[in-house]
């Protein structure tokens, strides 16, 4: 769901700490374009208040009462869902070891808990736009803490789709898996920011995968880890 000038993005609250759901409404709701439209306790009300109110985005804690928030992620956002919000998973990595768990189940941005206010903000604008949030640190511990999961345990069968991408292409996936951002990828590989962007919309298209996190799935389960050539 893309970010309109008519409209506010709606944004849905859910983590457990009253301190923490308070910090981030308060934040978000003195933006402009951004209105926080409900606030939840567990995974449970998050499911329930989402169905009901249709944010455009929900910030979503992953240890809760009743129903944790990969579940609830996975209810909102998983496969067979139409129209889902975006879900934007907070964690605090060095704990939470569910991240993985987090991008099979839908979740289309991650945000650490000592994110600062900017950072929140940008981060809501981010997934709202359509774009998908995977911080570089967070996808390098990501390798590190779940290399066994994310990468067969034999060599992985060719996907055909792959011989559909030109050697370019190619480098922005490699690149992407690493968890290089945009611009580091434009000055990596001398192109211009918009001919990233290119370059990415045309790999979504041909490997028919939905976003940006999709694709460091896809290419870590494929092998195709590793910097850019």
């Not at 839908?106 to 900017?118: H, I, M």
């Amino acid at each position: 769901m893309a970010e309109s000038s008519a409209e506010p993005i709606r944004v849905l609250i859910a983590d457990d700490q009253a301190v923490i759901r308070a910090g981030f409404t308060t934040i978000l709701g003195a933006q402009p374009g951004v209105a926080v439209v409900g606030e939840a306790a567990d995974g449970g009300e998050a499911v329930r208040l989402a169905r009901e109110r249709h944010p455009d985005v929900v910030v979503m804690d992953v240890r809760m009462p009743v129903l944790d928030g990969i579940a609830a992620t996975e209810a909102l956002a998983g496969p067979g869902v139409e129209d889902p919000p975006r879900i934007l998973v907070v964690t605090t990595f060095d704990y939470d070891h569910y991240v993985y768990d987090a991008l099979r189940a839908g979740a289309s941005g991650f945000l650490l808990k000592d994110s600062t206010p900017s950072q929140l903000i940008e981060a809501v604008r981010t997934v709202a736009a359509g774009d998908a949030l995977i911080a570089p640190t967070l996808t390098r511990a990501l390798l590190g803490h779940f290399a066994e999961r994310l990468l067969p345990a034999s060599a992985p069968e060719a996907d055909p789709r792959l011989a559909t991408l030109t050697p370019r292409e190619l480098d922005v996936l490699r690149a992407m898996a690493n968890g290089d951002s945009n611009a580091e990828i434009a000055a990596a590989l001398v192109i211009s920011h918009e001919t990233v962007k290119t370059y990415v919309s045309r790999i979504l298209l041909k490997l028919e995968l939905r976003d940006r996190v999709q694709v460091v799935v896809y290419a870590h389960r494929s092998g195709l880890f590793g910097p850019a050539r």
